[in-house]
């Protein structure tokens, strides 16, 4: 019974509507011959379905079949989609909405992907950005899932990057158990400005996505420890790399990120002497 009403609304619809009553002067575009695939995938893009092809194309008067566009870029698809305008009002834009090319993800007639997106999930993304940079030995969970919009928003954000949160706070949406590692009370300086000074977000050569692994990522910012490499008289846990059997990477509640007090420290390694 609801099926015969909603036809019956869309009926009612197409008959006093004035686009669609122009829709009929396009039969002719659809053919056997022409065009003969438009409508046979799975997504189909509202007008295309209802066969309007020149609400978008319209011919050029005194030209056999040459057309134009009814709007330029983005203004093509804001005619109907007049909601989505306030993506363009937002601080950080994704480049191709910047450019108005809505067509580089949307398919403007059809797909075999929701949306008319001209692939599925990360897909779509790898169409214009290297793989290479997803897909190195250790792969972030949603990025290995394909899901670069946990994150991302396709389109704007008031965050850069498009982000969906500011970057302060985004890797704790779904890393609660760290959070609380900020209200410690030393933190260490990278750790407080950005977890991606350490960590790749999307992929790493190293374990825990990381570029560098053990004291070699410590090294990376830390010249004047560094310089000990090699010292003829070296702490044994230095000299064999283990940095984190005294400093936690993150943050403790001991100056320097110690993981105990400083005797404490000591003894337990040095317990003869505890
Ligand atoms: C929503 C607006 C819209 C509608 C409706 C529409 N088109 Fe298009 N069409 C476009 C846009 C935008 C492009 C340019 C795509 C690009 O640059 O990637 C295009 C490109 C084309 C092209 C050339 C490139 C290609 O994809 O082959 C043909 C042919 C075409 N359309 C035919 C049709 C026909 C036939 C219909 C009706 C069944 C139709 N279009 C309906 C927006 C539309
Ligand atoms: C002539 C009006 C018209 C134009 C122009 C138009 N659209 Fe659409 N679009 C529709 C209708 C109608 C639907 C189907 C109704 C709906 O789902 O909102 C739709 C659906 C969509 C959807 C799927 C929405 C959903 O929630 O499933 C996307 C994505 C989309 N359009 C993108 C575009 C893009 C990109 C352009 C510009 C190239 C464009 N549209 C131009 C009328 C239009
Ligand atoms: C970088 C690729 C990309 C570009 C460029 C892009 N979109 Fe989208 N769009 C997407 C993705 C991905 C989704 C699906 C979002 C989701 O999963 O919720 C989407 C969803 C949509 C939808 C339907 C869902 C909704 O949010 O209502 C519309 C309408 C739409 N886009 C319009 C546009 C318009 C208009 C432009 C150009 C100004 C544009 N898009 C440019 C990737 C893109
Ligand atoms: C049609 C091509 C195209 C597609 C598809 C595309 N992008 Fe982009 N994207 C670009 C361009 C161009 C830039 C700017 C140049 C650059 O930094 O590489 C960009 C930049 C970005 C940036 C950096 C933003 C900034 O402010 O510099 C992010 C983040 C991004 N894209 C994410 C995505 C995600 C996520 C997807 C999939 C949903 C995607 N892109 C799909 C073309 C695309
Ligand atoms: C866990 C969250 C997260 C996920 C999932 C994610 N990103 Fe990102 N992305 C970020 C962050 C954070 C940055 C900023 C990195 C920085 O500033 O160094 C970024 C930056 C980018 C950039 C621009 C800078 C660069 O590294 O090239 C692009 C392009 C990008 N992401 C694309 C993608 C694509 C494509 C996917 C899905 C395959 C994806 N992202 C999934 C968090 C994420
Ligand atoms: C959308 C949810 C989500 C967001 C946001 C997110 N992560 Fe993750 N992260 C995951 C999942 C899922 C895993 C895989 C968990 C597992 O394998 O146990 C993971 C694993 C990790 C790992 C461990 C990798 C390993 O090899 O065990 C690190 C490190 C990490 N994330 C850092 C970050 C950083 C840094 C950010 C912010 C830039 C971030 N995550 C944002 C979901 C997320
Ligand atoms: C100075 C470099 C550095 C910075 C900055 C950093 N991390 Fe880490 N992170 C590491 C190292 C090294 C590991 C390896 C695990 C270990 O040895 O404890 C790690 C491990 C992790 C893990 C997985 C293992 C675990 O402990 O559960 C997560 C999740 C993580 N970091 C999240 C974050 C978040 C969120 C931030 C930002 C608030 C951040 N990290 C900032 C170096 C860093
Ligand atoms: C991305 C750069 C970076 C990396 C990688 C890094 N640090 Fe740091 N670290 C800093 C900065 C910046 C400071 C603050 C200025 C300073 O003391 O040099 C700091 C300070 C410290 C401090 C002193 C903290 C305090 O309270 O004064 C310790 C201890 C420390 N780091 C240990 C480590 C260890 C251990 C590693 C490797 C697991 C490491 N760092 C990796 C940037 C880094
Ligand atoms: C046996 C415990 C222990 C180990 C192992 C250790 N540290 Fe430390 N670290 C300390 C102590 C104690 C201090 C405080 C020294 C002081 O107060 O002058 C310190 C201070 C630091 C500082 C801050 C002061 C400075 O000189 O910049 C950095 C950075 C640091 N360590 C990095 C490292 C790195 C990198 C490694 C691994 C190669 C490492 N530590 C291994 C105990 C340790
Ligand atoms: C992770 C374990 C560990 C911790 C923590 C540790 N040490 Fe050591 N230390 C060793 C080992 C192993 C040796 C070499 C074997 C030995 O002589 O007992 C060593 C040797 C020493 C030596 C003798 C060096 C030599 O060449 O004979 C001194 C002095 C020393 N440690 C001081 C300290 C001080 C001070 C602390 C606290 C800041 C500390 N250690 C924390 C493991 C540790």
Redesign the pocket.
Known sequence: MNRVISLFIIIAFIAVTPLYVSAQGDAGCKTDKCHSNMGTMKFIHGPVGAGICTICHAPVEGKKHQFTFTAEKEELCFNCHDSKRDMMLED?L???VADG?CV??HDPHQSDHRFTLKGDAAD??Y???KIEDFNKEFVHGPVGAGD??VC?N?HASAN???LLSPKKELCFNCHKEQADMMNKRHVHPPVAEDCTECHNPHSNTDEFLLGASGEKLCYECHDNIAAYVGAKYQHDPVENGKCQDCHNVHASENPMMFLKPQEALCFSCHSEMG
């Open positions: 950080f994704h480049t191709p090319n580089g993800c779509l993304c169409t214009c950005h670069c919009n991302h396709p850069e990057m498009q």
